[in-house]
Antibody, heavy 121, light 110 residues
C-alpha cells in the first residue's frame, strides 16, 4: 500500500524560504522507473507541476520556477524535500507530493493529501 | 496560463454522456507523449482516472474512457452520475522536460 504525506509550515513570510517534506511508504525511491513529484494548487485554481526527482537522482524543474526550487531525496528515510526560495503571496497554495511512474509514460498514481501553505506577513 | 487547454466547464444530466477536451501542441501531446486524466472531488487530492491515454487504473468504472489524436485528447464519461461532479485535469509531458497540466474542467451534473 503506497502512501505519501506532506509536511511543512502552514505560514511563511514573504522573502522566506519554504521547506516541504514528503514522507512516503509502500515503495522505494531506488526502484527503476519511480519518481516523486511536487504539484501545487492555488486556492480555486488549477494544478501546477513543480518538480520531480527520479530513482537515479536525476531531477526536473518547472522552467518558470527553476531558479527558486531544489528537490532532494533521502532514500534511507523514504523522504523527498522541496525547497522554494523567496516566497511571495502568489505562492499561497496547497502543495502535493505524488508517486510518479516515469518509464514509458509519466503520470502520478498516488498522491498525498496536500498541505496548505499561506504566504503572508 | 496552463500549457494544455481545457474547457472551463461542462455539464450534463444524469445518464447522459459528456466529453472533456484537452488541447496541447507539438512539444507535448503532438510529440507523442501520453495524456493522463485526474479527477478531483471538492476538498480532496487529485485521483488518477486514466493513464497512458486510455487505460483505467483498477477500481475506475468503465464509464470513464480516454482517447488521443494528434495534439489533442479527450475524456468521455457515459451514464453520468451525481458522484461524477468534480474537477477534471489532463496532464502530459513536455519536450522542455517537465510535466504539464491543463487548466481543469468543472463538471456539473444537472
Amino acid at each position: 500500500q503506497i502512501t505519501l504525506k506532506e509536511s511543512g509550515p502552514p505560514l511563511v513570510k514573504p522573502t522566506q524560504t519554504l521547506t516541504l517534506t514528503c514522507t512516503f511508504s509502500g515503495f522505494s525511491l531506488s526502484t527503476s522507473g519511480v519518481g516523486v513529484g511536487w504539484i501545487r494548487q492555488p486556492p480555486g485554481k488549477a494544478l501546477e507541476w513543480l518538480a520531480l526527482v527520479y530513482w537515479d537522482d536525476d531531477k526536473r524543474y518547472s522552467p518558470s520556477l527553476k531558479t527558486r526550487l531544489t528537490i532532494t531525496k533521502d532514500t534511507s528515510k523514504n523522504q523527498v524535500v522541496l525547497t522554494m526560495t523567496n516566497m511571495d503571496p502568489v505562492d499561497t497554495a496547497t502543495y502535493y507530493c505524488a508517486h510518479t511512474v516515469t518509464l514509458g509514460s509519466w503520470y502520478s498514481d498516488y498522491w498525498g493529501q496536500g498541505t496548505l501553505v499561506t504566504v503572508s506577513s | 496560463q496552463s500549457v494544455l487547454t481545457q474547457p472551463p466547464s461542462v455539464s450534463g444530466a444524469p445518464g447522459q454522456r459528456v466529453t472533456i477536451s484537452c488541447t496541447g501542441s507539438s512539444s507535448n501531446i503532438g510529440a507523442g507523449y501520453d495524456v493522463h486524466w485526474y479527477q478531483q472531488l471538492p476538498g480532496t487530492a487529485p485521483k488518477l482516472l486514466i493513464y497512458g491515454n486510455s487505460n483505467r487504473p483498477s477500481g475506475v468504472p468503465d464509464r470513464f474512457s480516454g482517447s488521443k489524436s494528434g495534439t489533442s485528447a479527450s475524456l468521455a464519461i457515459t451514464g453520468l452520475q451525481a458522484e461524477d461532479e468534480a474537477d477534471y485535469y489532463c496532464q502530459s509531458y513536455d519536450s522542455s522536460l517537465r510535466g504539464v497540466f491543463g487548466g481543469g474542467t468543472k463538471l456539473t451534473v444537472l
